[in-house]
């Protein structure tokens, strides 16, 4: 089985030139190269040549039967070959004498799973009949190297490519649940809102034969382990929009003029889809709650993509306030209608005296500005009555209500 093909990266193409470059001049040679075989082709992925002499370049491809390397990797030929044009074995290849080939030393590339990826060779226009066994382990100890870097770059974009199939599976036959969790006004007792939550149970879904090599089955995870997934395979705009079009199935159910809350980190929002996602939509009645899965450095543009939106009744909430010194940053630069307490600092807020401070703090920054505060995760009676007497308007957390599916869901304000 020949491996898949691996895109370069910056990184790795100077560490792999570098490479090249000093087994080449270590042993005297004009061109360094590292090919890789693909189908009945053999192309140059890398390559390195002496000043004034480069009859190759990396992309450069060729028939695999006509090349060194397939003959060295076949036992064919010995990896040293001190004066090709002695060499019978050769003597038919058309570059042994078009450029011409006089040394040459090549070893196989071999991932730790047997898989051949192709060659790591040199070569030279001149014969050297002083090529011996040390200069074969020189490219043996050079050749290691470069087996490592591309075996550790092949298994990252194999483990992305499998990344992105289950997570398209995820998103087109939506395998994930929407529940909304009830938002309250704490002083009324009065329901306000829900904010709509994704859950990834571990049921299964229909696999078509894209899907035949991978599990039709979606793990257990926690949303944010699938957002950081989808980050990283860079799906995160479509993940969270198929997320985002889910939850919005549920707004016309939600009773009276409740408002529905969806999270949607700033990467989405700067992709620019968001704006058609909502629409025509009833735009008083969503928030949008800005999560920050990687750091945001362009908080005016965000700003400016929701200016329109904004302006027709939408709001935007920060997320997590209170979790880290990077969570203050949004509240300063992004003028949110709504600051989000994160869990992390409403938890024992009725016991920790530092946590109870913090808070009290963001509530004095939020009513300086005039901002409304809420506050996530409230799980105990004594958390309840700190944030009232703090001034914090909204809560939510699962003494008041555990997030559920819509269907059944009973909404029963547990203020007291």
Same mark, same amino acid.
């Given at each position: 089985?020949?491996?898949?093909?691996?895109?370069?990266?910056?990184?790795?193409?100077?560490?792999?030139?570098?490479?090249?470059?000093?087994?080449?001049?270590?042993?005297?040679?004009?061109?360094?190269?590292?090919?890789?075989?693909?189908?009945?082709?053999?192309?140059?992925?890398?390559?390195?040549?002496?000043?004034?002499?480069?009859?190759?370049?990396?992309?450069?491809?060729?028939?695999?039967?006509?090349?060194?390397?397939?003959?060295?990797?076949?036992?064919?030929?010995?990896?040293?070959?001190?004066?090709?044009?002695?060499?019978?074995?050769?003597?038919?290849?058309?570059?042994?004498?078009?450029?011409?080939?006089?040394?040459?030393?090549?070893?196989?590339?071999?991932?730790?799973?047997?898989?051949?990826?192709?060659?790591?060779?040199?070569?030279?226009?001149?014969?050297?009949?002083?090529?011996?066994?040390?200069?074969?382990?020189?490219?043996?100890?050079?050749?290691?190297?470069?087996?490592r870097m591309l075996e550790r770059v092949h298994l990252s974009e194999t483990a992305r490519a499998r990344s992105r199939t289950r997570l398209a599976r995820i998103t087109r036959d939506r395998q994930f649940e929407i529940h909304y969790q009830p938002m309250f006004d704490i002083a009324a007792g009065r329901l306000v809102g829900h904010e709509a939550l994704a859950r990834f149970t571990g049921r299964s879904g229909p696999a078509g034969?894209? +899907? !035949?090599?991978?599990?039709?089955? @979606?793990?257990?995870? *926690?949303?944010? #382990?699938?957002?950081?997934? =989808? $980050?990283?395979? %860079?799906?995160?705009?479509?993940?969270?929009?198929?997320?985002?079009?889910?939850?919005?199935?549920?707004?016309?159910?939600?009773?009276? +003029? !409740?408002?529905?809350?969806?999270? @949607?980190?700033?990467? *989405?929002?700067? #992709?620019?889809?968001?704006? =058609? $996602?909502?629409? %025509?939509?009833?735009?008083e009645r969503l928030v949008l709650e800005l999560t920050e899965h990687a750091p945001v450095i362009d908080y005016p543009l965000i700003v400016e993509r929701l200016s329109r939106l904004r302006a027709a009744g939408l709001r935007l909430a920060v997320d997590d306030a209170g979790a880290s010194l990077s969570s203050f940053r949004p509240l300063l630069r992004l003028e949110p209608d709504i600051i989000k307490l994160d869990a992390s600092l409403v938890r024992r807020i009725d016991v920790e005296r530092g946590q109870r401070a913090l808070a009290a703090a963001l509530v004095r920054f939020a009513e300086e500005v005039g901002i409304p505060v809420a506050a996530e995760g409230v799980e105990t009676a004594g958390e309840l009555r700190v944030l009232r007497e703090l001034g914090v308007g909204q809560a939510q957390g699962f003494l008041l209500g555990h997030p559920a599916p819509l269907p059944g869901h009973r909404i029963e304000a547990n203020t007291a």
């Open positions: 089985m020949k491996p898949t093909h691996i895109e370069g990266t910056p990184d790795l193409d100077d560490a792999m030139i570098d490479l090249l470059r000093s087994v080449r001049r270590s042993l005297g040679m004009e061109v360094a190269f590292v090919s890789e075989f693909t189908g009945d082709l053999r192309v140059f992925r890398f390559v390195d040549s002496a000043p004034g002499f480069t009859p190759l370049s990396a992309g450069l491809a060729g028939p695999l039967d006509e090349s060194y390397c397939k003959f060295v990797c076949e036992g064919m030929l010995p990896q040293v070959v001190r004066n090709a044009q002695d060499e019978p074995a050769v003597a038919h290849i058309a570059a042994t004498r078009a450029l011409p080939v006089g040394a040459h030393l090549s070893v196989p590339i071999r991932f730790s799973d047997g898989r051949l990826y192709g060659t790591f060779c040199c070569f030279s226009r001149s014969p050297d009949p002083t090529l011996n066994a040390r200069d074969l382990s020189v490219m043996n100890t050079f050749a290691g190297f470069a087996t034969p894209a +899907d !035949a090599a991978d599990e039709a089955t @979606v793990p257990e995870r *926690t949303p944010g #382990a699938w957002l950081q997934e =989808a $980050l990283q395979a %860079g799906m995160l705009e479509p993940f969270e929009l198929a997320v985002l079009r889910a939850a919005l199935d549920g707004l016309p159910r939600l009773q009276g +003029d !409740a408002c529905l809350s969806m999270n @949607v980190s700033p990467e *989405t929002i700067l #992709a620019g889809h968001v704006d =058609a $996602l909502l629409d %025509g939509l009833p735009l």
